[in-house]
Nanobody, 118 residues
Framework: VQLQASGGGLVQPGGSLRLSCAAS????????MGWYCQVPGKQREMVAF???????NYADSVKGRFTISRDNAKNTVDLQMNSLKPEDTAVYYC?????????????WGQGTQVTVSS
């Protein structure tokens, strides 16, 4: 599975950004897709994740501000980020979780920088 992410950039506090990610390759094995973020010196953390069945998990810090959406037919996942705060500044990674008879695996996109600053 290959993941290609786009979006990100510099935005003022209170602004909005949209991240998009498209999966290719053995996408039939994808069981869920989502977004994680990472800042220097800290572990990568889940921001939002949507399972194929439609269930969604959000980090507490983004509930009510971020919205994840997926197009299962196109194997894409988007993250609409509203009311952005300086603490949202991070590198954001697209994630795809796969499961086959060989086991489970996490795939990652290349990462896109989101900077929230005035």
């Amino acid at each position: 599975v290959q993941l290609q992410a786009s979006g990100g950039g510099l935005v003022q506090p209170g602004g909005s950004l949209r991240l998009s990610c498209a999966a290719s390759g053995s996408s039939f094995s994808i069981k869920g897709m989502g977004w994680y973020c990472q800042v220097p010196g800290k572990q990568r953390e889940m921001v939002a994740f949507m399972h194929n069945g439609g269930s969604i998990n959000y980090a507490d810090s983004v509930k009510g501000r971020f919205t994840i959406s997926r197009d299962n037919a196109k194997n894409t996942v988007d993250l609409q980020m509203n009311s952005l705060k300086p603490e949202d500044t991070a590198v954001y990674y697209c994630n795809a979780f796969t499961f086959t008879i060989m086991g489970s695996h996490d795939y990652w996109g290349q990462g896109t920088q989101v900077t929230v600053s005035s």
